[in-house]
């Protein structure tokens, strides 16, 4: 297993998304572990002190008042996890749960947090022999941390609850066992600084992050091929009229565009005696739709790359200051507004993605293509209910879209009386790249076919490729057939990251800002 070590707070979003795509083991830097165990023991002194601190000697939330003793501290940190054992739904997929333990060993590695070394040595191995644990998806609203889910993933750790291991479900304590470890006893404030932050929120936001990004660059295939199946203009890809606007995404994407389009003969042949003035806006306007889109997606990605270098659990360990402070650190509001803002962006793809299927079909618009791409139109129709599918798929993720990180409700007794939702901010990004993907997928469907109706002319080479891509897994379409399979097939090629790959030789884009960390 391809194992990689990580530097706490220095972690690229590359790195993260490894984790998640080829379920790579991680270790953290054996140079932050004096600090780590310098924490430890100030948490243990405070343990054993007259003061009250809280989370180590005192109850949780509400119950900040009630002093524990000493002798109870283990007895204290287990109760805690267990009875925050509340999440319900659906499992959490394995690949998300693995990148949620891998971030949070990045956040205890930070030194802040006074969890031991050993504790940090059991995630690691947990992901090194493949123990997941069970950790349903839903009981989180993004505040005092992601407490339920963090605290399924912990209850294994300490040999209760439930992990995946070899194939098998199993209870918590027997999936160590089998794969060779032993449970760990929690002592002063480990069970907190388990469950306290936003790693399940910001390993979900990263995932809806990675997709995002990579149905971004898939859009820019998709639509130069739709560009020239309906013969539209190139001029709007100029480089002097995003020069003149100055947003990075719009260049980079105009730039993409033209290098794809480059040496179609489609193109060349409506230079000259085209009665058409200007082309509509899903066509004229892509890269500052999209380029806008990415800047967006960029944003987010770095404000991820911080959270998940971050230390937000609570307290926190001020060993240099010798300080336990509380704050508020575990307060998923960053997220929030990041996941609202993948969300946006992930709409706004789909929503001119939809309008350039809409084009592609509509034989008013779309300059002597057969209606609804039809070879016998009428006889067939072709990919009429395609394009209607993408209608539904694009209003879903338009109300889908809706900011999360808006709403908040007050819990635990008004102790935590703002909340930021990032939890279900961040999971419904799964649903709406899956809509994305099938949107994208309809367009590679209808602008595959609208390329092959303008023979003997032919598409630049590189999208000459990227049609090649689509028929060696969807044939042709000559006559009306069950098409079911026919989506599902090219929403993989669009999800998997195939089709971007069929253009081989082009650089499209980057989703790191230029300023992430190294």
Known sequence: MNRLVLTPGKVRLAYLEEIYRSGAAVTIDRAARPAIEAAA???????????????????????????????????????????????????????IVRLMMALKLLSLARGASGVRWGVLELIEAMLEKGVTPV??????????GDLAPLAHMTAVMIGAGEADYAGERLPGGEALKKAGLEPVVLGPKEGLGLINGTQFSTAYALVGLFEAWRLAETCLVTAALSTD????????????IHDLRGHRGQIEVAAAMRRLMDG??????????????????????????????????????????????AATDNPLVLTEAGRIVSGGNFHAEPVAFAADQIALAVAELGSIAQRRVALMVDPTLSFDLPPFLAKDPGLNSGLMIAEVTTAALMSESKHLAHPCSTDSTPTSANQEDHVSMAAHGARRLGRMTDNLANILGVELLCAGLGVECRAPLTTSKALQAAVGCLRSEVATLDEDRYMAPDLKAAAQLVASGDLVASVGGIALLSLEADHAAV
Do not use: W
């Not at 950790?135 to 005092?144: E, L, N």
């Not at 199946?229 to 002097?240: D, V």
């Not at 004229?284 to 790359?305: E, Y």
């Open 41 to 95: 023991e100030r948490v243990r002194e405070a343990a054993q002190g007259a003061e009250a601190v809280y989370g180590v000697n005192t109850g949780f939330g509400k119950l900040a008042s009630v002093k524990i003793a000493p002798e109870d501290t283990e007895t204290l940190q287990r109760n805690l996890i267990l009875s925050h054992c509340c999440g319900v739904g659906d499992d959490m997929p394995a690949a």
């Open 135 to 144: 950790v349903p998806a839903q009981g989180s609203v993004g505040a005092s």
């Open 229 to 240: 199946a309906i013969m539209g203009s190139t001029a709007p890809l100029l480089p002097e």
């Open 264 to 309: 179609s003969e489609i193109r060349e042949s409506h230079r000259e005696g085209d009665t058409r003035v200007q082309d509509p806006y899903c066509i004229r306007c892509q890269p500052q739709v999209a380029g806008a889109c990415v800047d967006l997606l960029r944003m987010a990605g770095n404000t991820l790359r911080i959270e998940a270098n």
